[in-house]
């Protein structure tokens, strides 16, 4: 096991009719933005719940973060933030209205003259503006870590940020929210937590026999509880079991002590960023390729994987972990969703070239568990997933 801290300041508040214990949690004296996306949460009560929960506090809100944060709509909340003297951000939404409050905790605090330069140049921040979330959508895990993902249309670009300053101050949990969740984004955020352990996980044995059995024991209550979400979002057990599962799947704990990967995402990224692809489907697009393509690397803990999540017994070391790609692709199917570019747009000729280009002109040379899959390799995997 690699040496590693641990350290997550990020407050859980899980349960039913939990959305209350805002009046309790956030500061009186706070000045607060209220952030959140579409407007779904003002059809499915969630609003109702929070704004009863806020009292007589001096609450601005900003509606319309869209899926995918767009910078350009975040730099609008920037300006509300600086001209009302906005201290406390309220995120209530999914991974993209999260993603979004940390993006202004760090732009609000940030001393440069292009909030963007924070993405392009890596600056990690270790004090933002104080942010809470209520979360809607389990999928991210965003509710308890301090990464961020923003999107910029303008450049078709999708970049990632972050930093120790900017783990939410605490999270609210309450499982009903899943009530109103569209089968699509159920499904979305099933495979999202399941390649997010993936990631951390995929990668060689290191001897890390706990945080091995809790990646594998993420993976199964979500195999376990995914039909049934999908069935009846409104079953608490499983809806609860989901949204533990999503939040457990990265807030830091089974990353520590073992190498990781992050590859499916990098690439899955730069498929949302030039097509709009929801951001799961783009790793389920990627994964099955991504493993395939490194299989000599990966294939003990492909086989273990298949062995302990997917009770594949029979054959080689190389059988089981080829059966184990094939089980984790019908996992996807199953879910319905889709896992070849082609199936997401026809304009995908081309498109393992661009992805090559940008991790090119990135410099990202290294990427992976060995730091060793380059642009060339990024061009295969992609083509390989037409
Ligand atoms: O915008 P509204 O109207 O609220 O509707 C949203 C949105 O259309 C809807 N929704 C959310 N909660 C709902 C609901 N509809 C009905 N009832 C509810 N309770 O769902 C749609 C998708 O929401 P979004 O927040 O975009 O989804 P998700 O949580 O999957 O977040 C995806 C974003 O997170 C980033 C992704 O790249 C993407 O931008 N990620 C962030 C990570 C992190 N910070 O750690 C890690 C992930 O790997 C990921 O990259
Ligand atoms: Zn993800």
Not at 63 to 86: F, H, Q, S, T
């Amino acid at each position: 096991m690699n040496n590693f801290k641990f350290q997550n300041p990020t407050k859980i508040i899980f349960g039913k009719g939990q959305i209350a214990s805002l009046k309790d949690e956030l500061p009186q004296d706070a000045n607060i933005l209220l952030l959140y996306g579409g407007g779904s949460i003002k059809r499915n009560g969630i609003y109702d719940q929070v704004i009863s929960a806020l009292g007589d506090r001096r609450v601005e809100e900003f509606g319309g973060i869209p899926a995918n944060p767009e910078y350009a709509k975040l730099m609008e909340a920037l300006a509300v933030i600086k001209a009302r003297d906005i201290t406390y951000i309220l995120a209530v939404g999914g991974g993209s209205v999260i993603d979004g409050a940390k993006f202004l905790s760090a732009a609000a605090l940030y001393e440069g003259d292009e909030p963007w330069d924070i993405l392009t140049n890596n600056i990690s921040t270790t004090k933002g503006m104080p942010f809470a979330t209520v979360l809607t959508l389990p999928a991210t895990g965003s509710e308890m870590n301090s990464g961020s993902v923003i999107t910029r249309a303008e450049t078709k670009e999708k970049l990632v940020m972050g930093g120790p300053g900017l783990f939410p101050a605490f999270s609210i949990l309450d499982p009903e929210v899943i009530h109103s969740i569209p089968q699509r984004q159920l499904a979305n955020g099933i495979t999202d937590a399941f390649t997010h352990v993936l990631e951390q996980y995929m990668t060689y044995p290191m001897g890390a026999y706990l945080q091995d059995r809790l990646s594998e024991s993420i993976l199964q209550t979500l195999i376990e509880v995914a039909p049934k979400v999908m069935e009846d979002p409104t079953d608490y057990t499983a809806a609860s079991n989901f949204m533990w599962s999503c939040t457990m799947a990265l807030n830091g704990l089974i990353s520590k002590g073992v190498p990781t990967d992050w590859a499916v995402h990098m690439m899955g990224h730069e498929l949302t960023a030039l097509y709009g692809i929801d951001h799961a489907r783009t790793l389920a697009v990627i994964a099955p390729s991504h493993y395939t393509y490194n299989f000599e690397a990966k294939k003990e803990k492909l086989a273990q994987y298949g062995e302990r999540v997917w009770n594949i017994t029979e054959g080689s070391t190389e059988e089981k972990a080829r059966a184990a790609i094939q089980r984790t692709e019908q996992f996807f199917h199953e879910l319905g969703i889709d896992t070849k570019l082609s199936q997401y747009t026809d304009d995908y000729e081309g498109t393992a070239e661009e992805v090559a280009k940008r991790f090119t002109e990135r410099g990202w040379k290294g990427l992976g568990e060995h730091q060793s899959l380059n642009p060339e390799d990024a061009r295969k995997i992609v083509e390989m997933a037409y």
